[in-house]
């Protein structure tokens, strides 16, 4: 079974535009994580965000996080035909088990 | 320093038989964790070792084993593989130092092993 859920599974945008993602978790975590992924290659770490924290930014990304609902958002600003990829959070469970989400696809046309 | 590195890339084999494939983590890293990825089931977490035991397992059936050497690269192994275990199979590796797998730190991915089971 899978710690989070992804919302939307799709996306698609054009350059330019920004992209958000949400994603919802069951059990309480230390850290969630965002993962991006290009067409069957492996992970990418993007950005962890500790449970007490709201907010982080990286570059063109901003996560939020909000432990009072289990849930977390990216967004991404500014998209490039290079951010097309699956995004994926992550968080760890009570058993120290890295759950994944079941991932969002973007897709940014130019 | 080189990434996370898996062989082979892409493994077919038929019903039955067994597989193993290879993971060599970032050098210094002491933990490897493996995930099985689906179309249907998504990002599952099979097991994770660090120092030679494992220290994690998820939900799969014993017929999913691994091993971790000295040097901290790690093997996993499929015994009479059935048509489902056909996924991509990725390992990840960190320095492990927190307690359990990913705790407050980033995971690292190798590009996979594609297995097809026909």
């Known amino acids: 079974s899978q710690q989070g859920e992804e919302d939307p599974q799709a996306l698609s945008i054009q350059e330019g535009e920004n992209a958000t993602m949400n994603c919802s978790y069951k059990?309480?975590?230390?850290?969630l994580q965002w993962y991006r992924q290009n067409s069957g290659r492996g992970l990418v770490h993007l950005i962890l965000i500790r449970s007490n924290e709201r907010e982080k930014h990286s570059g063109r990304l901003r996560v939020t996080l909000d432990t009072s609902k289990k849930s977390s958002s990216l967004l991404i600003t500014a998209s490039r035909a290079a951010d097309t990829a699956s995004y994926f959070c992550?968080?760890?469970?009570?058993?120290?088990?890295?759950?994944f989400g079941a991932g969002t696809q973007v897709v940014v046309t130019p | 320093k080189a990434g996370v590195t898996q062989t082979p890339r892409y493994l077919i084999k038929t019903r039955g038989q067994q597989v193993t494939l290879s993971c060599s983590p970032i050098?210094?890293?002491?933990?490897v964790s493996w995930y099985q990825q689906t179309p249907g089931q998504g990002l599952q977490f099979l097991f994770e070792?660090?120092?030679?035991?494992?220290?994690n397992k998820g939900n799969f059936p014993g017929r999913f084993s691994g091993r971790q050497f000295s040097n901290s690269r790690s093997e996993m192994n499929v015994s009479t593989l059935e048509l489902g275990d056909s996924a991509l199979y990725l390992c990840?590796?960190?320095?492990?130092?927190?307690?359990?797998?990913?705790?407050?730190?980033?995971?690292?991915f190798g590009s996979g092993t594609q297995l097809s089971v026909l």
């Open positions: 050098s210094g890293h002491r933990s």
């Open positions: 992550a968080s760890t469970d009570s058993w120290g088990k890295l759950q």
């Open positions: 070792y660090f120092s030679e035991t494992q220290r």
């Open positions: 059990t309480s975590i230390n850290n």
């Open positions: 990840a590796s960190s320095s492990g130092l927190s307690t359990g797998t990913g705790t407050n730190e980033k995971l690292f």
